[in-house]
Antibody, heavy 116, light 107 residues
Framework: QVQLQQWGAGLLKPSETLSLTCSIYGGSFSTYYWSWVRQPPQKGLEWIGEINRSGSTNYNSSLKSRVTISVDTSKNQFSLKLSSVTAADTGVYYC??????????WGQGTLVTVSS | DIQMTQSPSTLSASVGDRVTITCRASQSISTWLAWYQQKPGEAPKLLIYKASTLETGVPSRFSGSGSGTEFTLTISSLQPDDFATYYCQQYNSYFRGFGGGTKVEIK
């Protein structure tokens, strides 16, 4: 059973770069896409982007200029970088596997706070 | 990008009520739609995929229907464990956007 474990810095200053990594346990990259989703406090889910094992990416156009998603197949990990963060980037960030049936499983979530 | 609109944003209901949530896509997505349930402090949980297929382990009181641009999630008899926020997500295009969410509250 595939499980995702994510980690990264939880407190950032404005203009810094958010960096999160998600490790895949109990499975491999296979043919799926692997995604990042975020959720501002008390708000809904926002799709950030996705990557496959070949490094092919799709990004939310509203974040595309600041987002980089990368993959390290040797470590069974994929990562998110979001540059020039502001308070509006505060929220819980999730990694997830994009199955043909939807997103399953999800990581545990990482709270990222941007504050000076 | 395809936009997903859910209604209502909040719904007050009682245990035993039949509840229906609507999700509309800005363009046709065939049946490439999933529904998730999220409780406070938890990651979303997949309930339904391909618009109407129940994920393994999800109670049969949940059902989904629709195609094209209009979809519904129905809970036939609301249970205490069902008070949560529900999201739709399209995966017809590379932009796998979510609806704004529907919070189901206790009446």
């Amino acid at each position: 059973q595939v499980q995702l474990q994510q980690w990264g810095a939880g407190l950032l200053k404005p203009s810094e770069t958010l960096s999160l990594t998600c490790s895949i346990y109990g499975g491999s990259f296979s043919t799926y896409y692997w995604s990042w989703v975020r959720q501002p406090p008390q708000k809904g889910l926002e799709w950030i982007g996705e990557i496959n094992r070949s490094g092919s990416t799709n990004y939310n156009s509203s974040l595309k200029s600041r987002v980089t998603i990368s993959v390290d197949t040797s470590k069974n990990q994929f990562s998110l970088k979001l540059s020039s963060v502001t308070a509006a980037d505060t929220g819980v960030y999730y990694c997830a596997r994009a199955m043909p049936a939807g997103y399953i499983p999800w990581g545990q979530g990482t709270l990222v706070t941007v504050s000076s | 990008d395809i936009q997903m609109t859910q209604s209502p944003s909040t719904l007050s209901a009682s245990v035993g009520d039949r509840v229906t949530i609507t999700c509309r896509a800005s363009q046709s997505i065939s049946t490439w739609l999933a529904w998730y349930q999220q409780k406070p402090g938890e990651a979303p949980k997949l309930l339904i995929y391909k618009a109407s297929t129940l994920e393994t382990g999800v109670p049969s009181r949940f059902s989904g229907s629709g195609s094209g641009t209009e979809f519904t999630l129905t809970i036939s008899s609301l249970q205490p464990d069902d008070f949560a926020t529900y999201y739709c997500q399209q995966y017809n295009s590379y932009f796998r956007g979510f609806g704004g969410g529907t919070k189901v509250e206790i009446k």
